[in-house]
């Protein structure tokens, strides 16, 4: 079994210029938490999830640390004032980001397979402990996107394997 094998080929992508609002808007409305990006050839040149969405999204620490000196000391004593405002924090990060291009936000380095990947290299990146992968973009030569392996392609494949084992096929 290989990725051509797993690989759902009904790939939803955006392209690396749709604007951030507009993608937001299709991932909440998507069954899965991630789309490949595309250029113009079809070439898979990001990703973009969840994750790197919401991020942009969240409050910023705007803890603001005031030296005051109380004569005649000469040493100054810092004093936290918390200004963060969690609504306005989003909203203006909504307003700054949602008609920049998803570009600024993907993940550019992203793990792909070829259509001939096994089962086992698909298991052992898709397992790895140092990044969370979800999903891998299969392409061809060119980088050009053909399909898509899904954490739940695999267990599926696993289930229906040991299905077939234990029916004695």
Request: charged share 35%; glycine share 4%.
């Amino acid at each position: 079994m290989n990725a051509s094998d797993l690989m759902t080929d009904e790939v939803e992508t955006v392209h690396e210029e749709d604007d951030i609002s507009d993608v937001l808007t299709r991932l909440a409305q998507a069954d899965f938490n991630g789309f490949p990006v595309v250029d113009d050839d079809e070439r898979v040149v990001g990703i973009v999830t969840q994750h790197d969405l919401v991020h942009i999204f969240q409050p910023s620490d705007r803890t603001l640390w005031i030296p005051v000196g109380f004569p005649p000391f000469l040493e100054t004593l810092e004093y936290a004032i918390d200004l963060s405002w969690d609504d306005l924090d989003t909203e203006l990060g909504l307003l700054k980001h949602a008609s920049k291009p998803v570009r600024t936000v993907m993940t550019e380095e992203v793990v792909t397979v070829e259509p001939d990947t096994d089962f086992d290299r698909i298991l052992d990146l898709l397992a790895d402990d140092e990044r969370d992968i979800n999903r891998l973009p299969v392409v061809d030569d060119e980088g050009r996107l053909l399909g898509i392996v899904a954490r739940q392609d695999v267990l599926r494949a696993v289930r229906d394997e040991r299905r077939r084992t234990d029916a004695g096929l």
